[in-house]
C-alpha cells in the first residue's frame, strides 16, 4: 500500500480540486504503459526468435550466400548499441516509397494523439494552440534528427566476414568529394574507412568526371593487399540513358570527357571492366556499348528500389547479355550500412601489390565466373498498394526477425533496463516525505503548474487542497 502511495501513481493523477485521491484509485493504480510496451516488445522479439530469417542473403539466381560461409560480422560498439544500431541500419537500407510510407505513419499518429488530447483537453486557448504548434514542430525535429543521426554520425558498422582466405569482397561503385555528388570532407581516406569498417578488401572510386579522389586513396594504398583496404582507380561516365562505372580508368587514358563517355576508347584489350550501373530503363541502354557487368544491387535509395523492384529482369538482362551482376555501394559518404558486397575468389590475393589486385579483379570479372552479390537482406517491396499501408509493420517484424541472438539479449537488456530507469526516476520524483505524511503530500506546492493530463497534456496551475 505505502510503496504505490511512494512511487507508483504517476505525476499526470494529481487531482486538480482540492478533493483528495478517492481510495480506489490509491488501491489500484492506472496500468503503466511502459510496461505494457515493454512487454509486446519482447514478445515481439520472441515471435521473431522463433521464425528467424538470416541478415544476408544471395541476390536472385546467384548461389546461396550463406551455404558458402558469409557471415555478417557485428563489432562490440555495435551489439551494445543494437536497438539504436539496428534502427538506423533498417532505415538505410529503405527505399524512398518506404521513407515516405513510414514519415506518412508516424506524422499520422502523432497528428492522432494529440488531436484526441486536445479534444479532452478543457482550455482551447491560443497559448494552447501555440504549444500544440510547438510540439509538432519538436516531432518534425526529432525525426528529422534521427536521420541525421543516421547519416552523419560515425558508429560501428555491420561487416561482412568471409571463411575462405583467398575470398574478398569488393564495392565496384563508389565516390569521395571530388564528385560534385559526395559529400563535402568524405576525402579517399574517409572512403576507405568506410570500406574496411563493412569488411571490404577493395573499393573502385568511381567519381564524376574527376581522378582527383581515385589517385589520392591509391597513393597511400598498403604495400600488400592483404594489409589493408585499398583503392582502385575508375570513373563513372554517362552515355545517352546509362551511367557506367569503367573499372580501371586512369586519368590519361581518356575515357571520359566531363562526364560523357568515349565508347570508341574502351577497348576491350586494354582490360578495362565496364558497369552498368542502376538503369532506370533496361531498355534504353546503348547497344553500341560492351558492358561486362551490371549492378545487382545498388545501395543509394533509388538505386536500391530499383535492384529490388527489377530483380527478375536484371537477372534476365544479365543473362541476355552474358554480363556478370555485381554490387556497388554508390556510396557519397552518407550512412554507414553496406547493402551488398561483391564476393570474389582470387587465389593469394592478400600477397599482390594493389596494381595486380586491380588486374586480378577485373579478370575474375571478364571470365564472369565465381562473382557473388550477398546482400543485407530486407524485407521485399510490397506487391500491391494495399500491403505498402502497412510498410512500417512490415519493416519493423522483418528487422526483428533477422537479429543475431545476441542482438536480442541486448534489445531486452535495453528495453528493461528504460522500464526500470523510468521507476526509478519516478520513485525520485515522489516528494522525500510523501511516505511519512501520507496521501495529502502527494499534491504538489499550491501555485505550481502541473500537467493535466500526461507530461504532454494541457496545463493547468495546481490549487492547494
Ligand atoms: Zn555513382
Known amino acids: 500500500m505505502e510503496v504505490w502511495l ?39 522479439l520472441a515471435a521473431g526468435a522463433l521464425l528467424a530469417l538470416p541478415p544476408i542473403a544471395a541476390v536472385a539466381g546467384l548461389p546461396s550466400a550463406i551455404s558458402l560461409g558469409e557471415s555478417l560480422r557485428l563489432p562490440g560498439a555495435y551489439l551494445a548499441t543494437a536497438p539504436i544500431s539496428d534502427l538506423l541500419d533498417t532505415l538505410t537500407l529503405l527505399t524512398p516509397g518506404q521513407h515516405g510510407a513510414i514519415f506518412a505513419w508516424a506524422l499520422a499518429a502523432f497528428l492522432a494523439w494529440r488531436a484526441l488530447r486536445w479534444r479532452r483537453g478543457p482550455a482551447r486557448s491560443w497559448r494552447a494552440l501555440a504549444r500544440e504548434t510547438v510540439l509538432l514542430a519538436l516531432f518534425l525535429v526529432a525525426y ?9 554520425v560515425p558508429r560501428p558498422m555491420a561487416a561482412l566476414a568471409l571463411r575462405d582466405a583467398d575470398a574478398l569482397a569488393v564495392d565496384v561503385h563508389s565516390h569521395t568529394a571530388a564528385s560534385h555528388d559526395g559529400r563535402r570532407g568524405y576525402d579517399a581516406e ?23 579522389g581515385a589517385e589520392a586513396g591509391m597513393a597511400r594504398n598498403p604495400a600488400r593487399a592483404g594489409d589493408g583496404t585499398v583503392l582502385l582507380p575508375g570513373i563513372e561516365s554517362a552515355l545517352p540513358g546509362a551511367h557506367v562505372m569503367v573499372l580501371g580508368a586512369r586519368r590519361a587514358m581518356g575515357v571520359d570527357h566531363d562526364g560523357a563517355l568515349d565508347v570508341a576508347r574502351i577497348d576491350s584489350a586494354r582490360g578495362l571492366i565496364t558497369v552498368l550501373a542502376f538503369p532506370a530503363r ?16 545498388d545501395g543509394a535509395p533509388r538505386g536500391l528500389r530499383f535492384t529490388r523492384k527489377h530483380v527478375v529482369q536484371i537477372r534476365d538482362f544479365a543473362a541476355a547479355h552474358h554480363l556478370v551482376r555485381v554490387a556497388g555501394s554508390n556510396n557519397h559518404g552518407w550512412g554507414r550500412t553496406a547493402a551488398a558486397w561483391t564476393v570474389l575468389r582470387i587465389p593469394g590475393w592478400r600477397a599482390m601489390t594493389p596494381d595486380s589486385l586491380d588486374a586480378a579483379i577485373r579478370t575474375t570479372l571478364r571470365r564472369g565466373v565465381g562473382a557473388r552479390v550477398v546482400l543485407r537482406a530486407v524485407v521485399a517491396p510490397p506487391a500491391s498498394n494495399a500491403l505498402w499501408i502497412a510498410t512500417p509493420v512490415l519493416v519493423a517484424w522483418d528487422m526483428l526477425r533477422r ?15 528504460l522500464v526500470g530507469l523510468r521507476a526509478l526516476w519516478r520513485r525520485r520524483a ?11 503530500s502527494r499534491f504538489p506546492p499550491p501555485g505550481r503548474t502541473v500537467p493535466l493530463r500526461g507530461r504532454w497534456g494541457p496545463r493547468r496551475r495546481y490549487a492547494a487542497p
Not at 8 to 30: C, D, K, Q, S, Y
Not at 403 to 417: A, D, F, M, P, Q
Open 6 to 44: 511512494t512511487t507508483a501513481v504517476p505525476l499526470r493523477e494529481f487531482p486538480m480540486g482540492p478533493e483528495p485521491l478517492a481510495r480506489a484509485e490509491i488501491l489500484h493504480p492506472p496500468r503503466r504503459r511502459s510496461t505494457v510496451l515493454a512487454l509486446a516488445l519482447s514478445a515481439a
Open 144 to 152: 528529422a534528427g534521427f536521420y541525421v543521426l543516421g547519416l552523419l
Open 190 to 212: 574517409a572512403n576507405r574507412r568506410w570500406h574496411a569498417a563493412a569488411g571490404f578488401a577493395a573499393a573502385y572510386v568511381t567519381d564524376h568526371v574527376d581522378f582527383s
Open 282 to 297: 533496361l531498355g534504353s541502354v546503348p547497344p553500341r556499348l560492351a558492358l561486362d557487368a551490371v549492378e545487382g544491387s
Open 403 to 417: 537479429l543475431s541472438t545476441s542482438e536480442r539479449l541486448v534489445w531486452l537488456v535495453w528495453i528493461w533496463g
Open 430 to 440: 515522489a516528494s522525500p516525505n510523501a511516505s511519512a505524511a501520507g496521501p495529502a
